[in-house]
């Protein structure tokens, strides 16, 4: 099993910037992959973004590219999330997601795919 805690949420204007942590512990050797995902009030959790934890190759939801960017610390066994030039559509909650199983890239951009959750972390952007 592995615990994942997410942090770095709050509330910002439109444009700000914004860095979410995911930090994991407990068996964190079986992860091959991190990704996060959202979701905004009445609708669907959606993909966000995902690296591979051997390959580091990046997967970021199409919309999303330019302003989101994943990476992460080994020593620390953190993923993070930069958000940049914020929209209010952007408001929702944020999900880090571990997945201990070794996908083909496309595979991390379901939520099925992963085993481990965060309970996820509020942004709110205000216009």
């Known amino acids: 099993q592995v615990q994942l805690v997410e942090s770095g949420g709050g509330l910002v204007q439109a444009g700000d910037s914004l860095r979410l942590s995911c930090a994991a512990s407990?068996?964190?050797?079986?992860?091959?992959?991190m990704g996060w995902f959202r979701q905004a009030p009445g609708k669907e959790r959606e993909f966000v973004a995902a690296m591979h934890w051997t390959s580091t190759n990046t997967y970021y939801a199409d919309s999303l590219k330019g302003r989101f960017t994943i990476s992460r610390d080994n020593a620390k066994n953190t993923v993070y999330l930069q958000m940049n030039s914020l929209k209010p559509e952007d408001t929702a909650v944020y999900y880090c997601a571990a997945s201990e199983t070794d996908y083909s890239g496309s595979a991390y951009y379901s939520s099925y795919q992963y085993d481990n959750w965060g309970q996820g972390t509020q942004v709110t952007v205000s216009s």
């Open positions: 407990g068996r964190t050797f079986t992860t091959y992959a």
